[in-house]
T-cell receptor, first 114, second 113 residues
């Protein structure tokens, strides 16, 4: 069973516009969430994270929003740039429950159109 | 810092053969994770080690898969015998503090024909 779900396999956005990537989770024990970015032939790299005590975290053009009641988080990229074209993975962990591992989603391929 | 080093980058093997994937974590990192990436399941955790000790191997799909970490600077993931459905990209990651600061290697693309 997929505990972290990214229901959109792909997304295309015009350069300069906002990109919104979505992620849903089913495990209510998850308390720490991360987004990773992956370019072809490379490993995923950390992008941004959020703890369950917050509902928003911002880092430059990237903002992650967390809605605990809906078990939903989203990543906003604004403005979108061609270099943002990559696969984005959502990940979650239950740190407060001693869970030291990350559970990843299936990924969303973002394409920024110049 | 050379990062997490995985070898080989690509591996093509015939069904039934033994395959060994290798990983050198970042020096000083206490945690090492093996993940597999497929289209259907995304990145799924196979096994992870803390201070060279296997902590959770519940993601290892079958007895055909085994992993070892004989010392702090080396780990292997072995598949014996390999099957076409094992074809995937296998990633190794290491970190100093569990889920914080994962650093992934570039992966090994395994093709079993």
């Amino acid at each position: 069973d997929q505990q972290v779900k990214q229901n959109s396999p792909s997304l295309s956005v015009q350069e300069g516009r906002i990109s919104i990537l979505n992620c849903d989770y089913t495990n209510s024990m998850f308390d720490y969430f991360l987004w990773y970015k992956k370019y072809p032939a490379e490993g995923p790299t950390f992008l941004i994270s959020i703890s369950s005590i917050k509902d928003k975290n911002e880092d430059g053009r990237f903002t992650v929003f967390l809605n605990k009641s809906a078990k939903h988080l989203s990543l906003h990229i604004v403005p979108s740039q061609p270099g943002d074209s990559a696969v984005y993975f959502c990940a979650a962990s239950a740190l407060d429950f001693g869970n030291e591992k990350l559970t990843f989603g299936t990924g969303t391929r973002l394409t920024i159109i110049p | 810092d050379a990062g997490v080093i995985q070898s080989p980058r690509h591996e093509v093997t015939e069904m039934g053969q033994e395959v060994t994937l290798r990983c050198k974590p970042i020096s000083g990192h206490d945690y090492l994770f093996w993940y597999r990436q497929t289209m259907m399941r995304g990145l799924e955790l196979l096994i992870y080690f803390n201070n060279n000790v296997p902590i959770d191997d519940s993601g290892m799909p079958e007895d055909r898969f085994s992993a070892k970490m004989p010392n702090a600077s080396f780990s292997t993931l072995k598949i014996q015998p390999s099957e076409p459905r094992d074809s995937a990209v296998y990633f190794c990651a290491s970190s100093t503090d569990s889920v914080y600061g994962y650093t992934f290697g570039s992966g090994t693309r395994l093709t079993v024909v």
